[in-house]
């Protein structure tokens, strides 16, 4: 009989880590969080051929998925912002980095469903809109 093998994860719900992230660190700015992001992926991919791996999201998919969070309530300005002189964003080269924390609906338990499907939350309610 052929041996099974547990499946191993084909992608790390981006909603799903946000949360456990600012969970753990209180708040943080959206790099700091895309970049954790890749490193569980970079950790995923160990010993998978090239192929086989899986693919984060690019930062700019992140940081739309970071605003549908916000539409939803579950995330919010932490009121901390950095000029960019002093960030780690290396890339941007002018403005301010603003710094996230969840709100009170983003850490409640249950959590919302929007963590985990936010474009069928759309489908069903709407679209949400910033208040």
């Known amino acids: 009989m052929a041996e099974v ?7 790390i719900p981006t909603g799903q880590f946000i949360r456990s992230y600012l969970l753990a660190k209180e708040e943080a700015h959206p790099s700091e969080i895309h970049k954790a992001l890749h ?3 970079d950790k ?8 086989e791996r899986l693919k984060p999201p690019t930062f700019h998919s992140f940081l739309n998925y970071l605003h549908q969070m916000r539409l939803f309530g579950l995330v919010e300005p932490s009121g901390r912002e950095e000029p960019i002189e002093t960030s ?12 996230y924390r969840l709100t009170d609906k983003g850490r ?10 936010w474009r069928q939350l759309w489908l069903l ?6 208040e």
Do not use: D
């Open 44 to 51: 995923l991919n160990q010993g998978r051929k090239r192929g």
């Open 108 to 117: 409640a338990e249950p959590p919302h469903e929007a963590w985990f499907n």
């Open 125 to 130: 309610e709407g679209y949400p809109e910033l």
């Open 5 to 11: 093998r547990a499946r191993a994860p084909w992608r």
């Open 88 to 99: 780690e964003v290396p890339w941007l080269s002018e403005g301010i980095v603003r710094y």
């Open 39 to 41: 490193a569980e992926y």
